[in-house]
């Protein structure tokens, strides 16, 4: 008798009793609801793509590769090609993200390796983070009353200078795809700076411990254990970096100068995807915004492909850090 | 509680004291959208017809002419407004048929900076054809120079800023770049986005706003925009060379002149590409509001027809002012005959 009554105290009291039908309703029901918004975001994602697929596939089958290799955009005469557009889309997010990577760690191993007392380092943290919350257009205008100005003497003397190398070999007469890519690397900083930031915090404190213990130095602890440890974080926030640049519109609308060539020169005007999309759209006739919508889903293509190949170095790196 | 019942007494005022006045049923509700060029100035008259008019309020939207032409076509808007007026394929869609107005007028302006800021700078008309065609590249080339006598010039770059989005400020322009220049006609071409120069010194902005700041932004810069902007944003503007050989100067009786010496065919859609008269300025244009001739509400039509002959009386008054030309009296009469088949 005894034993029983204990038994049922404990059952009203404990924690650990059988789930009652309450709990079942909201497990079950919990359950379905992430499984319905993951499922929602794939028809998502398959009804962008199933409109923009329809609307450009007159686009896709009358100009057909030939789209994506020639460089005059004559909507009077009907000629499209996105090749400058593909080129500058890609160099200037290389160009974003070698400036904005290699600062976006370096403020990463700034903030989180004790090189600051912990709220002074929060302070800077949150400044950072503000950059992300700037608009596009602000960045745009800053650009082109602040940036354009500062580099205009600096492009002057490299292309008195060094003009013999391509990188330097024009003017910079105003917008132009070296404004253009400093103001991108200055976006995609908060990106890549806070998600390395949270890489390198997750790695154990005793592994730093451990290699100061072996009688490294401070840098030695950072660029040899500390770094490779956090790669596939610090890597994967160089990705999204590079995808947000892919993507940025209207700043580069504004800075890029809008001119379909092609040029090594980091001094002569460019044009990107996104820009083309962005300031053709609004007035685009019904040929048009069958072009555009090819070029849409060409910069659907580009993104996807550079997830991939990101995914695959990671992965590639996390086996060989592993074995 | 005793604040709560207070607030709510007080709002119970307000809505008794307001309500009579402008009940549900007597508002007309106008929407419209297009031009973003004649944005400033259409503003500014639907404003004061609201103020006048109790019972009409209007809504417009600049989304650029194309858009507002599409917006027209899916019937989503009461009225839009255009600078490329429409085209045959695009009436003919339209059930019952379109009404177009020419409600005002636009000079476009080449806006430039050069060093030591020569003020009013003549250019003639092969030297502004050759810039934008990137033949002339230099401010101190020996033509600018032959025009500007005593106008020191320096030896910079020319850079040339034209619109990046496609626009109708880019369709008149080219229109009238392809009545002067046969190179132009058929090498660039006519339209909203053309296959300009491809070179180093042909920068692309985006809307008016994007031409004017980058013009300001770099040395040795030319451009064409809007007289408006290019006035509210106080840029230096060029004197044009006319067909008859004079230098005009824009905001002055250059555009009315330009726009009288068009004859207005009977769908009122005229194109100013190369006005003759003397005194005109080369690069003008009307815009047009569009209208429906069927539309589904007497009302809305009726309200229409008061917003039009206010734009045609009080609005003309302010337009000059505001950087746009006034319609010359002539056809003021043609349109305010015409604003009666809206229905």
């Given at each position: 008798m005894k034993t029983l009554d204990r038994e049922s105290a404990a059952s009203a009291s404990s924690v650990s009793g059988p789930p009652s039908s309450v709990e079942y309703v909201v497990d079950r029901g919990f359950r379905f609801l992430a499984r319905l918004g993951v499922w929602l975001v794939l028809v998502l994602l398959g009804m962008i793509l199933w409109e923009i697929g329809g609307k450009g596939w007159a686009g896709v089958r009358d100009y057909g590769l030939g789209f994506l290799t020639s460089s005059t955009w004559d909507v009077g005469r009907g000629q499209f090609g996105i090749l400058p557009h593909i080129w500058g889309t890609l160099v200037s997010s290389l160009l974003a993200l070698a400036i904005g990577g290699f600062f976006g760690v370096a403020m990463a191993i700034f903030l989180t390796q004790?090189?600051?007392a912990p709220r002074l380092a929060q302070i800077f943290r949150t400044v950072v983070e503000l950059l992300?919350?700037?608009p596009s257009v602000v960045y745009g205008l800053w650009g082109l009353f602040f940036v354009v100005p500062a580099i205009r003497p600096v492009a002057a003397w490299l292309h008195a200078?060094?003009?013999?190398?391509p990188f330097f070999g024009s003017t910079l007469s105003?917008?132009?795809m070296a404004p253009a890519a400093l103001v991108l690397a200055i976006m995609i900083l908060p990106t890549v700076a806070a998600i390395s930031q949270d890489a390198l915090r997750l790695v154990p404190y005793k592994i730093k411990e451990a290699a100061y213990g072996m009688g490294t130095t401070r840098w030695e602890a950072i660029l040899k254990v500390m770094l490779p440890t956090a790669s596939t974080g610090i890597f994967g926030s160089l990705v999204l970096g590079f995808g947000r640049a892919l993507g940025e519109t209207m700043a580069l609308a504004m800075l890029i100068?809008?001119?379909?060539q092609i040029s090594l020169s980091f001094f002569s005007p460019a044009n990107t995807l996104a820009a083309l999309l962005a300031l053709n759209?609004?007035?685009?006739g019904k040929r048009e915004v069958e072009v555009l919508m090819y070029a849409t889903l060409v910069l659907l293509a580009i993104t996807l492909a550079v997830n991939m190949v990101g995914e695959g170095i990671m992965r590639l790196a996390s086996r060989k850090a592993r074995a | 509680m005793k604040r709560l019942a207070l607030s709510l007494v007080a709002i119970t005022l307000v809505v008794a004291v307001t309500a009579p006045s402008t009940s549900a049923q007597d508002t007309v509700r106008l929407t419209g959208s297009g031009a973003t060029f004649p944005f400033p100035l259409y503003a500014a008259w639907f404003k004061a017809f609201s103020a006048k008019n109790k019972t009409i309020t209007v809504d417009y939207q600049g989304k650029g002419s194309g858009a507002g032409i599409r917006d027209f076509m899916n019937r989503t808007v009461d009225f839009a407004a255009s600078?490329?007026?429409?085209?045959d394929e695009e009436i003919s869609k339209v059930n019952g048929g379109v009404l177009l107005l020419p409600m005002t007028g636009g000079e476009i302006v080449l806006a430039y900076n050069v060093p030591g800021n020569p003020k009013n700078l003549k250019l003639p008309r092969d030297v502004y054809t050759a810039i934008f065609l990137g033949k002339i590249t230099k401010w101190s080339d020996p033509k600018i120079k032959a025009a500007n006598p005593g106008v020191s010039l320096p030896d910079q770059d020319i850079t040339v800023v034209r619109r990046a989005d496609s626009s109708g400020t880019t369709f008149v322009f080219t229109t009238h770049l392809a009545a002067v220049s046969e190179e132009w006609a058929k090498g660039?071409?006519?339209?909203?986005t053309v296959n300009w120069p491809?070179?180093?010194?042909f920068v692309a902005s985006p809307k008016n706003d994007g031409v004017s700041a980058t013009i300001k932004q770099t040395p040795g810069a030319i451009g064409y925009l809007e007289y408006a902007f290019a006035k509210f944003a106080k840029l230096d503007t060029a004197l044009v060379q006319n067909r008859a050989g004079h230098y005009v100067a824009p905001g002055g009786e250059g555009g009315p002149a330009a726009l009288g010496s068009v004859k207005l065919p009977p769908d009122l859609r005229a194109w100013?590409?190369?006005?003759?008269?003397?005194?005109?300025?080369?690069i003008a244009t009307y815009t047009w509001l569009l209208f429906y001739k069927?539309?589904?509400d007497p009302k809305k039509a009726a309200a229409m027809r008061d917003l039009v002959e206010f734009c045609l009386t009080e609005g003309q008054k302010t337009s000059a002012q505001m950087g746009y030309i006034p319609l010359p009296p002539s056809v003021v009469d043609v349109v305010r005959k015409a604003s009666a088949a809206i229905r």
């Open positions: 004790d090189f600051l992300a919350a700037i200078k060094l003009g013999w190398i105003g917008p132009g100068g809008n001119s379909n759209f609004p007035e685009a | 600078d490329a007026a429409m085209t660039p071409g006519v339209g909203t491809k070179s180093d010194k100013v590409s190369d006005p003759t008269d003397a005194k005109a300025y080369p069927e539309g589904k």
